[in-house]
């Protein structure tokens, strides 16, 4: 889906909430068996409970990763249960030059389907360039809600911080219909900033509730007539409960967080 | 395998190579059938041919995700398939915080028993140091060869340029028996200067061949006393040529990179 589908469910839906599925087998609800099918069933159930409140859904590859070729199938298999109305993020975090981010880019954008993947800027131009010919969206990592975030982002460099220069020159790559940033939440003050830099494009917010960051904080100061905004939260939802009843809390959470968000929209 | 591992490799075998295996179906010999099984058929031929010259592998994740789960258990096959005396190089190009980080490292470092990891700096401290808690080597992306290495490695920052900052910065956080660096092979003049700061560290040096760095260039800036160098190449030795005598080719070019080192040992 473009992003322009996604301005639209953001107004159905009067929500700007990315639920993550950071699914981990240590961490799921106690009856169910510690197998990686169990992932997905857990998967599907938070889907089913939440994909009323939410309009994007995140897949962080680490946790699929650590399981080899079964959590790759896994992988999959969750994508394909998302209502094809959410936007999918492919939380990769990749960045590669030429041949190779363009192999990353079939990987999550064509072979994948998913919507969108999150990107490393590092090595610069060419290796952010392989991801937009797919007709999807790249999202950038501009400034991370991490403690490390202040060993290079806040570099000063001669057009301002790091992350300022990232996000201004990467933004002439593209567009706000095929490139989105990461902006982390805890630095809900920078917003402002980094929203006279991209007045236009997404954000996409990680790191509200267990993080640290506040959804009132960030709503204020990030969102713009199309919305604008992503906020994601996964452990806050998905693990609020650890029983049987784990889908209708995480149901109960989103709900919480949409009705939070249909206020500020 | 151990740094340490590595050096005495480097003396017995005379060699501070590193064949990079981005191995592609659309590049194998003519010959062979284009199915992902031919990927490793094709890989085990090389490997054979040319460990005799090579003192590492370096599997791009890449070239394998783009074939989903069954490209991820060809990359496991491939890897058990690397005499247990050949430093591993997971060229994963990773890098993420806290929890996730520490997924990534266990897919490649303890899951699949990979040597070492490729990593990005973007995120700071805490996306790196995940890497380091597995007895391994975390190698970290400094100088890149990319035309885009220029929009921020080379940017000014208070203490030299980006690359620079992140180089110096980065080797506090470990030492030269966890932590190697990346740097580029066609920005053979920097490595003098990338020397002064990182003098006892290993440096992974991509791009001799078709990316268009000297390896004689490479070797007289860059070599230290415990070598210090490894020396990727991919395209050159594992595509020499396209017919049923690729691995033979294969062998007859790391043979003279090889030969070429030993002269500069």
């Given at each position: 889906?473009?992003?322009?589908?996604?301005i639209?469910q953001?107004e159905?839906?009067?929500?700007y909430?990315?639920?993550g599925?950071d699914?981990d087998?240590?961490?799921?609800p106690?009856?169910?068996?510690?197998?990686t099918?169990?992932?997905?069933t857990?998967?599907?159930?938070?889907?089913?409970?939440?994909?009323?409140?939410a309009?994007?859904?995140?897949?962080?590859?680490a946790?699929?990763?650590q399981y080899?070729?079964?959590?790759?199938?896994?992988?999959?298999k969750?994508?394909?249960?998302?209502p094809?109305e959410?936007?999918?993020i492919?939380?990769?975090k990749r960045?590669?030059?030429?041949?190779t981010g363009?192999?990353y880019?079939?990987?999550?954008l064509?072979?994948?389907?998913?919507?969108?993947i999150?990107?490393s800027?590092?090595?610069?131009?060419?290796s952010?360039e392989p991801?937009l010919?797919?007709g999807k969206v790249?999202?950038?990592?501009?400034l991370?809600?991490?403690s490390?975030s202040?060993?290079?982002?806040?570099?000063?460099?001669p057009?301002?911080k790091l992350?300022?220069?990232?996000?201004?020159?990467?933004?002439?790559w593209?567009?706000p219909e095929?490139?989105?940033?990461v902006?982390?939440?805890?630095?809900?003050?920078k917003?402002?900033?980094?929203r006279a830099?991209?007045?236009n494009?997404?954000?996409?917010v990680?790191g509200?509730?267990s993080?640290?960051?506040s959804?009132e904080e960030v709503?204020?100061?990030?969102?713009?007539?199309?919305c604008g905004?992503?906020v994601n939260?996964?452990?806050?939802i998905i693990y609020?409960?650890n029983?049987?009843?784990?889908?209708d809390a995480?149901r109960?959470e989103?709900?919480?967080?949409q009705?939070?968000m249909?206020?500020?929209?």
């Open positions: 889906m473009t992003v322009s589908d996604l639209q953001i159905a839906k009067k929500s909430l990315c639920v599925l699914s087998i240590e961490k799921l106690a009856h169910l068996p510690k197998t099918a169990s992932i997905l857990f998967n599907k159930a938070i889907i089913e409970a939440t994909h009323e409140f309009v994007a859904y995140k897949i962080n590859t946790f699929y990763e080899g070729a079964e959590g790759w199938n896994i992988m999959e969750t994508l394909e249960l998302i094809k959410c936007f999918t492919a939380d990769a960045g590669d030059i030429g041949n363009k192999m880019a079939k990987a999550f064509q072979n994948m389907d998913f919507d969108s999150t990107v800027p590092y090595m610069g131009r060419d952010v991801f010919s797919y790249v999202i950038v990592l501009g991370t809600s991490n490390g202040q060993d290079f982002q806040h570099l000063t460099t057009n301002g992350y300022e220069e990232v996000i201004s020159t990467v933004a002439t593209g567009s095929n490139m989105m940033f902006v982390g939440a805890t630095q809900a003050e917003l402002q900033e980094i830099i991209v007045p494009h997404f954000l996409l990680p509200v509730g993080q640290g960051g959804l709503s204020k100061n990030g969102l713009i007539s199309s905004l992503l939260s996964s452990r806050g609020k409960s029983d049987e009843g784990f889908a995480a109960e989103a709900k919480l967080l009705t939070e249909a206020s500020y929209l």
